[in-house]
């Protein structure tokens, strides 16, 4: 598979992932919610009922007519209410009294049986073919014409009976209303969430494909830069390789009556083959550098001792290249915590730059001072400096400003990256400023961990 096709098949997989835990997650919060308002909804529908009920139990009891002969009696202290068998007129009754900006006035009925659970009173708007005998159930709903009705029961007890103890029921009060409102209500919710269901899940389509594009950008850089490296590490094996190659077939070819040649091309053998030796090694150390992520190991170092040392190493070199090697190091002893030979090499590397990209008679300065809580180590030559549009690439791996220039120093152009890979290993940086032709500043800054004055 190409990787093109690879990265947007990983995408599209990534993004169809996040789609389904997001719609999953989604969905169900939004049955979540749904239930829970339809069931606020139905516990304040049922304790409007309940109270309602209550109101009027509490005011009807007190009159209630004794059980032998109740129609005439309850005819006369409710005349709102039907009776059955008898004609109905229907009047603002008791019930729409007690319910008046409650609620809708049509929405409640009521209806009065008798203990044995015959039908004694209706409201007039009671449903139509409403079974005539209770069923004592306290919470009922039933359907009526394809109209839904809830409706709640409650024991009535007349004051003449409390006292008689075979039966102190006097009957039941039966409180109904229409579910009406409440099933418009309940189908207005789920119109609103099938018709936001689609529309939030082509939202979480379309962010799904933006969050996967994202999240494979670093993926798809890092590849990049390591499908680059690899290119750029063949390409430079690939080099000393081939003369070295050549120079082996030159040997074999070198006839036996002249040894003092075979000695030349040994010597150069000798010299590709550490040359390729030394590229192996710096790869092998970036990439171990790479990863590590902890600080083990790490131990306090002085870096007036690394850099004097380093002065002294690089002198020699200095002189044979008429380059003056100029230090400024402060009497007190500034330490940092870090591997002791990594920061020789990241030292090592910068000055070497400075003394190969200085011409002769030139200097090169090395100092080490510490600001707030950073040490410092600075590097200034007088050399040929760096073009402002390489200075952003010279810490790149492989990168070398100008081939040609370089190629009488023979470099690989992976010093730098060591250098830098280094001082962020040990949380520390390197900066650099240049000017053509006028030389270079580097300056290495490494957490700073405390001073001996000597
Ligand atoms: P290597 O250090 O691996 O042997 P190199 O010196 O070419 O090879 P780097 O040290 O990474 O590689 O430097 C990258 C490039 O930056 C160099 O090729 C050089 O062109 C430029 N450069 C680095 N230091 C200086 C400097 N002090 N003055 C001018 N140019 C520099
Ligand atoms: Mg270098």
């Given at each position: 598979m190409k990787t093109s096709q690879l990265f947007r098949h990983s995408r599209l997989r990534l993004a169809v992932w996040y789609t389904l835990v997001m719609g999953v997650i989604l969905s169900l919060s939004g049955l979540g919610i749904y239930r829970s308002l339809v069931q606020s909804n139905w516990k304040a529908m049922e304790r409007e009922i309940e109270s309602i009920a209550g109101t009027l139990h509490d005011s009807l009891e007190p009159m209630l007519p004794p059980s032998e002969n109740p129609t005439t009696v309850l005819k006369r202290i409710l005349p709102e209410l039907c009776l059955v068998g008898q004609p109905c007129h229907s009047n603002p009754s008791l019930i729409e009294r007690h319910t008046t900006g409650i609620?809708?006035?049509?929405t409640y009925y009521l209806r009065l049986f008798n203990h044995q659970g015959k039908l004694l009173a209706f409201s007039p708007n009671q449903p139509d073919?409403?079974?005539?005998?209770?069923?004592?159930?306290?919470w009922q709903t039933i359907t009526n014409n394809g109209i839904r009705y809830h409706q709640f029961t409650i024991i009535l007890h007349s004051s003449d009976t409390?006292?008689?103890?075979?039966?102190s029921s006097w009957g039941y009060l039966q409180l109904g209303r229409t579910l009406q409102p409440f099933d418009a209500e309940v189908q207005r919710i789920q119109i609103i969430l099938m018709l936001g269901f689609p529309l939030v899940l082509t939202s979480v389509i379309l962010s799904s494909w933006f969050l996967s594009g994202l999240a494979m950008q670093p993926i798809y850089k890092s590849y990049q830069q390591q499908k680059q490296f690899t290119a750029n590490a063949a390409h430079e094996l690939r080099s000393p390789l081939a003369s070295l190659l050549a120079t082996i077939e030159a040997i074999l070819r070198i006839?036996?009556?002249q040894p003092q040649d075979l000695t030349k091309m040994l010597h150069t053998l000798e010299r590709q083959g550490r040359r390729l030796s030394h590229l192996v090694t710096d790869l092998l150390f970036l990439t171990s550098l790479e990863g590590?992520?902890?600080?083990?190991?790490f131990q306090s170092c002085c870096l007036n001792d690394l850099v004097s040392d380093l002065i002294e190493e690089f002198s020699e070199l200095a002189t044979v290249a008429k380059i003056d090697l100029i230090e400024q190091i402060p009497d007190e002893e500034i330490y940092v915590l870090g591997d002791e030979s990594q920061l020789y090499r990241l030292v090592s590397n910068v000055i070497a730059n400075g003394i190969q990209y200085t011409p002769k008679k030139g200097q090169v300065f090395v100092s080490l001072k510490t600001k707030e809580d950073t040490a410092l180590i600075k590097i200034k030559d007088t050399g040929i400096g760096i073009p402002q549009e390489a200075q952003k690439r010279?810490?790149?791996?492989?990168?070398?400003?100008d081939s040609d220039r370089n190629r009488k120093t023979g470099?690989?152009?992976l010093g730098l990256a060591i250098a830098q890979a280094i001082a962020h290993h040990h949380q520390g940086d390197i900066t650099v400023k240049s000017q053509v032709e006028k030389g270079s500043l580097f300056i290495i800054s490494l957490p700073y961990r405390g001073s001996i004055i000597t």
């Open positions: 609620s809708d006035r049509n073919n409403l079974s005539q005998t209770l069923n004592p159930e306290p409390h006292d008689l103890a075979v039966n006839p036996p009556s590590q992520s902890s600080s083990k190991g010279i810490f790149e791996r492989f990168y070398r400003v470099g690989t152009g």
